[in-house]
């Protein structure tokens, strides 16, 4: 029974947290995002890119004996922090945490995959999951393989110029959106069945639990701009932050933030990196989403308002990490689903509940 | 007097008259932001449009184009112009703020010059109230307006003047008394927002879009004959205005009624596409609540409308609605995202009058533009330290 | 279409908040409560009760023909806020807005209920309804006649001491808890059927109205007993009531009651002395419910928090109007039953929306 | 380090002792409110009985009558003693407070006094702290201790001494130097209740108990062999101690989860007895809040007792975890007062113990007892000015 990250795993969130502090600052995601596609930023991106594959990070969650570095999600869990922190526009935690690990999978059983998932861990090519019956998927249009079903029932692996790819604008200028549509074009590799089913499954717990982490550190963010814009602005004589509305609303960001973050950790360490989670797990997954989600929304909302007008402009970068956390929120299922299947299990006795049922399954990997 | 929630006959004829005009001349479809200049330029028409119809300020006298409606009878008006969705006022800070101050304060000769043009949508207004070292502390104004000859020389920094980028004129408060401080030698002045020295650049909201903007004074003159009031009168003339502002006419009930109404279809909607699916309780609480104090919102209008037509006044008590309606508007409009899900995010494709068609987009613009609710107009925190002070006598922090 | 009260119903709140001034003070209460039916407030009680009297409110629903005053419950509306804001034990309130009116129908069909309606109007008994199915019944030991039914399609008029009453202690010390049972006896006067139905269902929703106007009494009075311990309360050599957080909380008391207000007196305008409510009505009387149960229920935290350790006392009098407001939550059929009458109905469509059917139906009565 | 959440063979076989103890030795019924003269002593009696199976204080050394065990170990004992409704402690000021305050400043002979009487549950301690005007601000203390030879002699009042009115001896702060001022000069001296000079007058609580009390202290004369650590140095000492308040010995998670079990034991009773009629929406996303914040307040602590035995350290984050038990305890007997409707105002019937084991009671109870929660051990305004002070880095007001 350990509750604490090891030093390596803290260095790696200090080293990702040091280069997206270079290269993924509020400046770069406003360049970014008054480029819209433009390409204008394209090397600034690719520069980012080079740098994040210095972190070695390649395959983090695909097994050794598949050229993997073997690790668990609760080993993205602290990076997954940093990249909300910085609200970064590269798929780096999708990829990772959730395509990588099904592309092992589905390699395992079809040699069709053999070579994407070489390119992929040699990192030069980029792979993305796209849930089946969800609708656009961020980044998509700069991935070179996609992993798609047509029912959750099928995992199939396509190259991205094979399909059909229509961009779509979202509220987070940072967040490439396109629809995803089969063509014609067979797949490279097929998997079916449950194996394919267990692949989503899993995939879609793990992009859950990731995504929670990113809201820690976009809330954590959020607070800290607000916390800096609070000390500086003075208004009838005094910094705004020295007035009790001001701190109450963000120390009540911050207690939100705290409190969800050992369910995020928990939830994160709960999992698997392939298998699909018990159901104990799987609620103390959705418990993060939820904590998680909200914790970021009460940050946003508190550090807008703490920003007066200027919170509501755009001319102040704090927007970039609210509408990520807002768009984020509605992502793997989304936070209502996940409220309303924490509030059934409740209801139908299928959660644990009382004072010796807190680690009673949700612990199990390690 | 006495408690009798009925209509009149009177009230029920201008009901179906507001009705039957309005269902005849509302645009089919939702006009595009009027923070873009198209949408300016077509809102603008919409405003003349409702004057030909003599419904652009039913409150105003009937000499300067108004119907001299009273409170009951406007909000009947205002239900009707909800009900069908009507276009957002452009000019209501004009309609609603400068021109009832004119009247109160303008000279005759003001009255003619700016209230006919103001009335027929030909002449937009903008506010020009904050700065950026002042906030929600409008005493702490530094732009000058210097006295020189027939003019006054106008120097320094507004900002966040709503939808100054496109109207035509700027109502405002300037120092007249450089060496003043505080609320004293400050004047309430007119301005062409085109005049030689006016700089205005946008600002861009978080949609992007430049709703407001901050304006640059450099050596620009202005007539003496454009000053409202006394010199120095400023800060009670603009007090009775933010009065009004934070009081009922700029926040219909209506609207917040149709929200509400549009977010129980929504979640009506949402709930049998569900199915079988679990059912997030909070989201019923929600929408629930947001009913609720929507209802509650209009009846206290009411409430405030009979009392004010019986002689009575609004006080500190106006901070009470302001707090109100602007948590109400975030709170529905959250509930709406909420229920939207991963369609929330998603802009329309193409023009602004797509986006302004689209059922998520118009939410999710709403919920962007909501947050500004409990900032602007003396934000929030300001307003509950006004109630604690002025309604419950507590002591200044 | 007016939303002010007229003169007469200010005056006669004023003449009802001076009375309670006098003889139903924090003070008053405190005594009455450490008695505990011990019978040594009996007198204090009883000079109440008289000088109650004299506000000739007596039969204040009941028609003229039947020998009262022929007013709606819109006209009691202010004295229940005002019966609130007191905490007055006595259940004036319940006889005159709630069983008075029920005695008055019974005794239209029923010459054995003539001598209780004489009696009551002449102020020489009290009565009290005792709906159908319910708990225990304050006050109803201090009664001469009740009102009670084997269910809702009957309405039976007893002696008091012809029925069997238990004491029940409640958590509010002034609320003289009983349970009524029947026993053999036969009722005075007895309607049963559908007219039976009707005066119940009346019943419930003019309790609901005026229950909710109480509240609103009660959650001013909490908000001015808060106000005054801090204006007089210093701590860090200021008086608390300076702080912000102490502010906004009582701000947003205050915000709750000011918007209940207006639909209490709605709800109340509403109804009819003593035919049931359409569909309309009834859904504002629990909309009235909720909301002034939440407003009491916020200014009541609010108060105590204001309070710090003393709001946790037996020593302040905050306690008797905060314990009101609770138990008061729970009565006619509890906020939970009404928020949930309200839920349904905008799911199934039945409530009416949007901003042309604010006075659709529920403003009737005039 | 890693984190790995399972519990080893050596967890899973303390839990296993301590059940077995405990659902051998736990009193069949509640004990009656430990506010009262016969529930403190039957409290008293539970106290010793715990002791004889070396759980009265199984973080405490060996020496003194502990079991050494750690924080997570500690975690689950208490979750085995919450499981299966354990009595409250009524000692907890003593065991967690003064005891460990004492380990680390006291003398050897203090210890070697104090200690094991404590731990056999022979003394019971009550803290007291504040007074009249001091409140949240315990620099302000007055109460005198002024040094006459061998002796302290103690002049003044103090209040909200928690369970004083029953208790044997008080630890609290005194300024031993009359001309100090604020933080200087406060010391920290123990004494027994009963020694002359001192009165004690209880409380009433919202539920009419004294489970608290003033103490009039005229001329009391004190050994100054019971000063705690140096003459002025009870601010320092204190603060330690208040930080092992705030933090987490004295709230179990296990409590929380356990209100929040038998609270969705309750919802679950509810929701079924309510058959086709409508439910409250807001009730089930109540529950359900409160559920996952019982849970996160769990898991929290597990973290924070895995930094503490890492070597890490408490500070102003303990406000944190103040400011969420206590409002959790109260959001969870708000719904649990909703969910019992008209039967929560009830009281049983007869004597204490029957009120104890009321379901109805039990709530109502803890409904009032939680409203405490923000208020003591530093209101929860002065723990979110520390939070934005101390934590976040934001100006003193």
């Known amino acids: 029974m350990d509750f604490t990250f090891t030093e390596e795993q803290e260095l790696a969130a200090q080293a990702l947290r040091g280069l997206l502090d270079d290269h993924c600052s509020g400046a770069d995601l406003r360049r970014a995002a008054e480029a819209r596609g433009a390409g204008a930023f394209a090397a600034a991106r690719a520069l980012r890119r080079e740098r994040l594959k210095e972190l070695g990070l390649a395959g983090v969650l695909v097994p050794t004996s598949a050229g993997g570095l073997g690790l668990a999600p609760i080993d993205l869990a602290r990076l997954a922090e940093e990249a909300g922190r910085a609200a970064l526009p590269e798929p780096l935690i999708d990829v990772e945490g959730i395509a990588l690990p099904m592309l092992a999978q589905l390699a395992a059983a079809a040699p069709g995959a053999h070579d994407a998932l070489a390119a992929a861990l040699a990192q030069q090519a980029t792979v993305l999951a796209v849930t089946p019956g969800s609708g656009p998927v961020a980044a998509a249009v700069d991935a070179d393989y996609l992993l798609v079903g047509r029912s959750p029932d099928e995992l199939a692996l396509h190259r991205r110029d094979a399909l059909r790819l229509t961009s779509v604008e979202s509220v987070d200028p940072l967040r490439r959106l396109a629809t995803v549509e089969l063509t014609d074009a067979a797949p490279l590799a097929v998997l079916q069945g449950s194996v394919a089913r267990q692949a989503w499954d899993a995939a879609a717990s793990r992009s859950a639990a990731l995504i929670a982490a990113q809201q820690l550190g976009l809330g954590a963010r959020m607070i800290a701009i607000a916390v800096a814009y609070a000390l500086d602005r003075k208004q009838f004589g005094k910094a705004i932050g020295a007035n009790q509305a001001v701190k109450h609303a963000l120390a009540d960001a911050q207690m939100r933030v705290e409190f969800a973050r050992p369910v995020v950790y928990a939830a994160c360490a709960a999992l698997d990196a392939s298998a699909p989670p018990d159901a104990s797990a799987s609620l103390r997954v959705s418990h993060a989403f939820v904590a998680a989600a909200d914790a970021a929304d009460r940050a946003a909302r508190a550090a807008i308002q703490v920003h007066g007008a200027m919170g509501y402009s755009w001319e102040v970068d704090l927007q970039f990490y609210a509408k990520r956390a807002w768009t984020s929120a509605a992502l793997a299922g989304g936070r209502s689903a996940h409220f309303a299947r924490l509030h059934r299990a409740l209801l139908d006795g299928s959660a644990a509940t009382g004072p010796d049922h807190l680690f009673d399954a949700g612990a199990a990997r390690a | ?397």
């Open chain 2, 1 to 397: 007097m006495a408690i009798d929630l009925r209509y009149t006959d009177a009230h029920r004829a201008l009901r179906a008259e507001a009705r039957a005009w309005l269902e005849a001349n509302v645009p089919r479809e939702p006009l595009p932001s009027f923070d873009t200049a198209e949408g300016f330029e077509a809102h603008r028409r919409w405003e003349a449009q409702l004057h030909s119809g003599r419904w652009s300020m039913v409150t105003w006298p009937q000499e300067f184009g108004g119907r001299g409606l009273d409170l009951i009878e406007w909000l009947i008006f205002e239900e009707e112009y909800y009900r069908v969705d009507a276009p957002f006022r452009v000019n209501q800070n004009g309609v609603f703020l400068f021109g009832p101050t004119l009247m109160e304060y303008g000279t005759p000769e003001q009255k003619a010059r700016f209230l006919p043009r103001l009335a027929a949508g030909e002449d937009m207004w903008a506010q020009v109230w904050s700065e950026p070292q002042a906030g929600s502390d409008l005493a702490a104004l530094r732009t000058t307006a210097v006295r020189d000859g027939d003019h006054y020389v106008i120097n320094g920094h507004k900002i966040w003047s709503t939808r100054a980028v496109h109207a035509d004129w700027g109502f405002g408060l300037f120092r007249t008394d450089p060496a003043s401080e505080r609320h004293r030698g400050l004047s309430y002045i007119v301005f062409p927002l085109r005049t030689p020295g006016v700089r205005i650049r946008g600002i861009p909201q978080l949609d992007g879009k430049a709703g407001f903007a901050e304006i640059f004074f450099e050596d620009a003159r202005v007539p003496v004959a454009d000053l409202i009031g006394g010199e120095g009168q400023g800060w009670s003339i603009a007090m009775a205005t933010a009065g009004f502002e934070r009081g009922l006419m700029l926040r219909s009930p209506a609207r917040f009624q149709r929200t509400a109404q549009r977010l129980v279809e929504l979640y009506r909607r949402e709930t049998a596409a569900q199915g079988a699916a679990p059912i997030d309780p909070g989201l019923g609480a929600a929408v629930t609540q947001c009913w609720m104090d929507a209802e509650a919102y209009a009846l206290a209008t009411y409430m405030t409308a009979s009392r004010l037509i019986a002689g009575g006044s609004i006080g500190a008590e106006a901070s009470l609605n302001k707090v109100f309606w602007s948590e109400l508007d975030v709170a529905m409009h959250r509930a709406a995202i909420a229920l939207l899900g991963a369609r929330a995010e998603l802009r329309a494709q193409g023009s602004e009058a797509a986006a302004a068609a689209d059922e998520a987009c118009r939410w999710m613009d709403g919920f962007l533009f909501s947050l500004a609710g409990p900032i602007y107009a003396g934000a929030n925190e300001i307003q509950r330290n006004i109630i604690a002070e002025r309604v419950l006598g507590l002591p200044k922090g």
